[in-house]
């Protein structure tokens, strides 16, 4: 790794682990948070839960798993052109997604009608417990014992309700604090990272076209040259070209905008960062031509009929699970049955954001279809 900056999250600054362990040996505290995240039951699923395309819809499309992946790899290359933590980037990149339910952002809105009456349900707040309750591998205690740095980076958003049971990890929300830049960046490595993956799994599925396309700057102005100087090119590697382009465009923008504003702020400490506006941004044109691809999206892709009737029956999945769970406890998984003493709607919530696609899909069949014998 390359020498921290001094309003890096490093040894010295970083506020630790709840469960006071001894240092790692041959390895810094945020690679154990990584290797611990890959090590988890959650990473492992998130290979057959959907980014927007159902996992069974094709081998080509992202998953989770390897969207995670991507965010990870772009994070650590801004973390280190920024002398930022690296390891922490990439421990946050990856673990960001653990809490989301089967389907995608229509899983989580379907989950979140469910638990209304329970509290809600928020995607970032079900990846940190996760990671600080539900993992059950470690003799010594709940969850994986993340530092406060990682588990900080994980929770993206949170309501101001919420954020009031956190204690230390909630005060920034209520207090209109910024988390650490190592954070900062891998949020918006995680935009990267969707914006330009989608456009990919858009155009393969056949959902958009790059006719369509043509009216958003980012993507027409990199694909114009890429078809000047490679007029002979395959329409598959000129969309690839096209996009290493612009995802190359964003990531230098973002490093060079980012280094101005620390700059211009005169961040020296991780504590000036914490009190500072957010520093990790785009410069206002490159800001602008992102929100418009952002829109494209919105409207062409996640809007498309044919993604809406995907999110239609996974959301009735998703409720029909909840409905049943929550009539008759008996039928949840025993590990399950012993958190519903506590809080029946919050087990019930944990068991279906657990679930992967084909698993939800499965379970709702043993127990809804009428000609499946085996349960
Ligand atoms: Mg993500």
């Known amino acids: 790794m390359t020498e921290l ?31 611990r995240i890959i090590h988890s039951n959650a ?18 499309f992202r998953t989770r798993l390897t969207h995670s992946i991507e965010v990870a790899q ?38 979140n009608t469910c638990m209304k009456p329970y509290g809600g349900f928020e995607h970032n707040l079900q990846s940190l417990r996760v990671v600080d309750t539900l993992e059950e591998r ?26 009031k049971q956190l204690a230390e990890l909630g005060e920034r929300f209520l207090k209109d ?9 891998s949020n918006l490595a995680d935009e990267i990272a969707y914006n330009n993956h989608d456009v990919d799994d858009g155009l393969r599925s056949g959902l958009i076209t790059l006719e369509q396309l043509a009216d958003v700057p980012l993507v027409a102005t990199h694909f114009r040259e890429v078809r000047r100087a490679y007029p002979e090119l395959p329409e598959r590697r000129v969309v690839h070209e096209t996009i290493r382009r612009m995802i190359n465009t964003l990531v230098t923008d973002l490093i060079r905008q980012s280094e101005n504003n ?10 000036d960062v914490r009190s500072a506006p957010a520093l990790i941004a785009y410069s206002p044109s490159v800001n602008e031509q992102q929100r418009e691809l952002k ?8 809007r498309h009929f044919r993604v809406l009737r995907m999110s239609a ?43 992967t696609d084909r698993y939800a899909i499965r379970e709702h069949r043993r127990i809804f279809a009428v000609e499946e014998a085996p349960v």
Not at 177 to 182: H, N, V, W
């Open 5 to 35: 900056a001094t309003y890096a999250v490093g040894g010295d600054n970083s506020r630790g682990r709840k469960v006071a362990e001894d240092a790692p040996k041959g390895r810094s505290e945020f690679q154990r948070d990584r290797d």
């Open 43 to 60: 990473f492992r699923r998130l290979e057959y839960k959907t980014q927007v395309f159902v996992n069974h819809e094709g081998d080509l």
């Open 74 to 111: 772009i994070a650590r290359s801004i973390a280190r052109s920024l002398h930022l933590n690296e390891d922490l980037a990439e421990a946050i990149s990856l673990a960001h997604d653990l809490g989301h339910t089967p389907f995608g952002h229509a899983g989580q809105d379907a989950l």
């Open 138 to 163: 470690y003799a010594d205690f709940d969850g994986l014992n993340l530092c406060f740095e990682t588990r900080e980076g994980i929770l993206k958003h949170c309501s101001v309700e919420n954020a």
């Open 177 to 185: 604090r910024r988390p650490s830049l190592e954070a900062q960046v």
């Open 262 to 271: 620390i700059t211009s702020q005169n961040i020296a400490t991780l504590e």
């Open 295 to 302: 829109n494209f999206l919105r409207t062409r892709l996640y």
């Open 313 to 355: 029956k996974s959301q009735r999945i998703l409720s029909d699970l909840f409905g049943v769970f929550m009539a008759d406890n008996r039928l949840l998984p025993p590990q399950y049955q012993r958190q519903v003493e506590f809080d029946r709607a919050r087990a019930v919530a944990d068991y279906i954001a657990g679930m």
